[in-house]
């Protein structure tokens, strides 16, 4: 497993905790081990379908509750020269592609998504560290795309790949999510924030906004959405970049 | 307690079935891991606020701040309401956040730490806690132990019974005889306090950090007054249940080790005699 995140200067008076969740954390490599969190997360999933309503939604919060400030999370510019050039020419040549298991792949320029019926909401965003800011929020549905792209049959999940590379293994950012999630109505793929154009920091030019799931469920940077019947052909095939490189929960409804 | 007329000889009493001890070592275990992932959880942003949001620049109650995170040793700052503290050297581990960017931690976090991972077991395991209160709460409610062994009597309420429940407590004075067989007045406060109103809090506010849940039920935010409220509860109310197991083990070796081991551990439980040293 690559090492995640080097540490240094270790010292604290809760090394004791430190020293037991040490053999947790090796434990999450065994494979019966991973299976067990791999099932809890399953239940997790299945329990919260039941008593949550489909397209039950995440409250929307008045502009008066906007976040002064919303900290910037995980990559904050994507490196490398095929960002750079997107970025100088606004991306105007670029296209977001939806592909996979649809009947009808698209590629549309930033301008065309903007032509959509939009949606905009004031949504609390959860990173998992623990941290909340509200943001306003305005992109197209994910669930009016695959309208236009229709879905084939065996059509499960929608894979979100990124721009931006991670330097901690060099790998692109990716997440996924279910269908379920992926046409809810507050599931959104945002080329607004607060009322301007997504900033850079944010994830431009397309971020997810998967209301009802956890921080890094949000990917940034989107570059184009795949839809598949199964993960494991992907990345590591645990779903997203966090669940294979760091053991990352898939469902993170909670 | 009034001393009894006739001492009591020493007697066996079975004092806890079945269910008690099985929830009891399991709760035990549960809250164990409970505890660690959830610290570690709460180290990666040791700030707690008090409303709905709550990110760098927002206001805290509680905080950990830290400059010259570049140093081996970073020079810390404990916030707590208004006070402030230098806690260079006890609080405060640096680690690169992979982006370029360090987090400060409260304390060093495990060298191969997968922070994700922290989270999962931690969800794994609020399960079994979650899971087992509503049916341990059933059990005793259905097997009228909590009306036997829980609810204050009356005699247990009258003021000079806990003045000395009180006074024996301060004195850390064994109970024995015919008062050994029942909990006293703070025994039953305690564990009434940890299994209707502590686990409950934490169930509910842990429930109230999820985005699906509270689509569900959006009165959880205004319960707790916010997200980050809810959050902030989580971490009051574990802090006290970690408060009730020092002093329940504390308590346990002043009631004696041994009888109290065996009888969570077989159910029997030894009354000594009413004078016996």
Sequence with gaps: ????????????????????????????????????????????????????????????????????????????????????????????????????????????????????????????????????????????????????????????????????????????????????????????LAYGMNGRQLPVGYGAPLRLRVETQIGYKNAKYVDRVEVVDRLDAIGKGRGGWWEDFDNAVWYAGQ | MQPQQDPVERQIDYRHPLPVRVWHWANAAVLAVLLMTGLLIFDIHPHLYWGDEGHEGVPAFLSLSGTHLDRDVPQTELQIGSHRWDVTGILGSVIDDGFGGKYLLAAAAPADWQFGATRGWHFAFAWMLGLSLPLYGLYLIGSGRLTKMLLPTRGDLELRSIASEFWQHLRLKRARGESARHYNLLQKASYLAVIFVLIPTLVLSGLTMSNAMTAAFPDLIALFGGRQSARSMHFIAAMLLVSFVLVHVFQVFVAGFFNMMRSMITGRFVVDREDSA
């Design chain 1, 1 to 188: 497993m690559t090492e995640l995140i080097s540490r240094r200067a270790l010292l604290g008076s809760l090394a004791a905790t430190g020293t037991l969740l040490a053999g947790c954390s090796r434990l999450d490599d065994k494979t019966p081990f991973r299976q067990l969190l791999g099932a809890a997360d399953g239940f997790t999933m299945h329990a919260q379908r039941l008593i949550v309503a489909k397209r039950a939604l995440v409250r929307e919060l008045p502009l008066a509750q906007l976040s002064a400030t919303f900290p910037m999370n995980g990559t904050t510019l994507p490196k490398g020269d095929y960002y750079a050039r997107l970025l100088e020419t606004e991306f105007r040549g670029w296209k977001l592609r939806v592909h996979g298991l649809v009947d009808r792949p698209l590629a549309l320029t930033l301008a065309q998504l903007q032509s959509l019926p939009a949606r905009t909401q004031i949504t609390m965003h959860n990173c998992d560290e623990g941290w909340s800011a509200v943001g306003q929020w305005t992109g197209v549905q994910l669930a009016r795309l695959f309208a236009l792209s229709g879905l084939k049959p065996g059509a499960r999940y929608a894979v979100f790949h990124c721009l931006d590379k991670l330097d901690l293994d060099g790998n692109y950012y990716y997440e996924s999510i279910d269908l379920q999630d992926a046409l809810h109505p507050q599931t959104i």
